[in-house]
């Protein structure tokens, strides 16, 4: 099969959107905005071994690929419209192909994304997607904009994804039951698009939990120039993740793991009913974890209120 | 040195850019986009061994993931504006950083890019960019919109890229001097943005060579449904390529070689002028190569009106 029976018999899915004035297909794809909205734009770039392991299935693989990129536009509080992809494959195998593809453009299909453009080329597995996403003029969930006072609020469970990625490296041995949910959580994320733009008219500052809660909160707190205390034990995880490993150890998957996909998001205190009004809205289980303080520091405190320290702050990409 | 420091400290570069709210640093970047233009995107990957040498010069490498982008920006006649960039990198070693990054925004200043997001990660050597850029409404050089008659263009010179690469694989052996100015081409490619925009007026059709002339002239015969007849000793070329190759050889670089990154275009016989004045004002040479028929097909012919057969049409990703 050649490059460009690949492309057309695989990634053609025209779609009717009237904001795509062209395509796939030509040196470009041309947009049209849509009039008094932002666009924005993220890229993220999954390697093989790095990100996913070499005998992943083709359908997990594309759910990953896709959905960490529509997560990013979840964290702004935007709506995904558009994805360029671009991968590198070391042969066009059919059968693989066609379970990648089916899996990817039913996740798109889920989210209204289409698929505009991208590449193709001869390699081990290397994928990147850049996605698109609309948000109402001058709307955002941005990093910088968390106040002293806020509540801090995590969406769905996190550490599950760590806990799974710690038993395939043998580091930790779960009973199978908890393993395939754990597992699930680690190759199929939901993109929490639905309550990002919930919460968009009352949160303050927002992030996807990719590298770690406590890391990625961090990154708020920075941008924001303020601390937190948060409270570990509040942390919504898998309870029975408690019952099979050491206290510690859960510490760690819930606020050092990653992978989670997630949103970590501040919102005013009066805001309380609206955050879980927009939870209940879009279905999405949100749990309250903290408060922003303007220490400038981020503080956890176990059950008792004792400081914890953390072995490490999460995921370094060139650690 | 961490992740996190090498964003800060390498691709932090802002800039005065009245449609960026919000640039590189968190979940996603915003842009405002110009009213009354559409936007263009379009994204290419570049994968060790296959796109450039493990031995390439960081700066040579810079050029190439950045050039082959905008050059894409030029075949739309759009004003190339933003873009993305994804990094696997087996290490973060400063001075290979530095050169990179050095020639990476110098060349995004030139044509007046901001990098506005993107990723890194551990691996080997990839790279993945999407540009954004700006038409006016309604505008673009689409390959569906050669018509019967027209004449075909060709920007710079061809096969210049192909005779050096043939060099590096020792299927040919060049004098030193030739292959200098061949392996600048290869290595160097001139985005036509300049050009792409001057001709945008009087254009119909148009298409970056990245695969070949015959090829990608056959994209564009492809999406307008016409044929074309063509002259293969009309192709710009190096002349001395002529002295030191076989005429075939010559023929199958400048027709099917690729890498050139020069724009191949039709326009309408009355605006000949407005094509030499648009290549004039953008100071690139443009030279007409032969007409857009309704055969249906791509016919190339010699000197003597005798038609040639291809060895090949073109680079194929997958092959």
């Known amino acids: 099969m050649k490059e460009f029976d690949f492309i057309r018999q695989y990634l053609y899915h025209q779609k009717n959107d009237n904001n795509i004035l062209l395509g796939i297909g030509d040196d470009a794809a041309i947009i049209r905005p849509k009039p008094n909205h932002d666009l924005c734009f993220s890229s993220d770039m999954l390697i093989n071994n790095r990100h996913f392991f070499a005998n992943v299935a083709p359908s997990d693989l594309a759910h990953k690929v896709l959905a960490v990129n529509i997560s990013d536009m979840a964290a702004m509080g935007a709506t995904p419209r558009w994805v360029l992809l671009s991968v590198a494959l070391p042969e066009l195998e059919e059968t693989w192909l066609t379970a990648f593809c089916d899996h990817f453009f039913a996740l798109a299909k889920q989210f209204d994304i289409t698929l505009i453009g ?22 955002a969930l941005r990093r910088d904009a968390a106040q002293t006072g806020d509540d801090i609020w995590v969406s769905g469970k996190v550490g599950l994804a760590a806990a799974a990625l710690n038993h395939h490296w043998g580091k930790v041995a779960l009973p199978p039951k ?15 698009v639905a309550l990002g733009q919930a919460i968009l008219p009352f949160a303050h500052a927002a992030q996807d939990i990719s590298d770690g809660l406590a ?14 205390d948060i409270f570990a034990d509040s942390l919504p995880t898998l309870p029975a993740l408690y019952d099979v490993l050491e206290k510690t150890l859960v510490y760690d998957y819930t606020l050092a793991g990653g992978d989670d996909y997630e949103l970590v998001f501040t919102a005013p205190e009066a805001c309380r009913n609206d955050i879980l009004n927009a939870a209940q809205i879009s279905h999405t289980p949100v749990t309250h974890i903290g408060k922003i303080t303007q220490s400038g520091h981020l503080n956890i405190f176990d059950a008792n209120g004792e400081p914890i320290q953390l072995n490490s702050l999460g995921f370094d990409h060139f650690g």
């Open 118 to 139: 991208g590449d193709t080329t001869k390699g081990d597995f290397a994928f990147n997607v850049t996605i698109i996403g609309e948000l109402p003029e001058g709307k």
């Open 178 to 192: 908890i393993f395939d949910t754990c597992e699930q959580s680690r190759l199929r994320p939901t993109p929490r």
């Open 215 to 228: 890391q990625d909160l961090g990154h708020i707190l920075k941008a924001s120039e303020v601390g937190a």
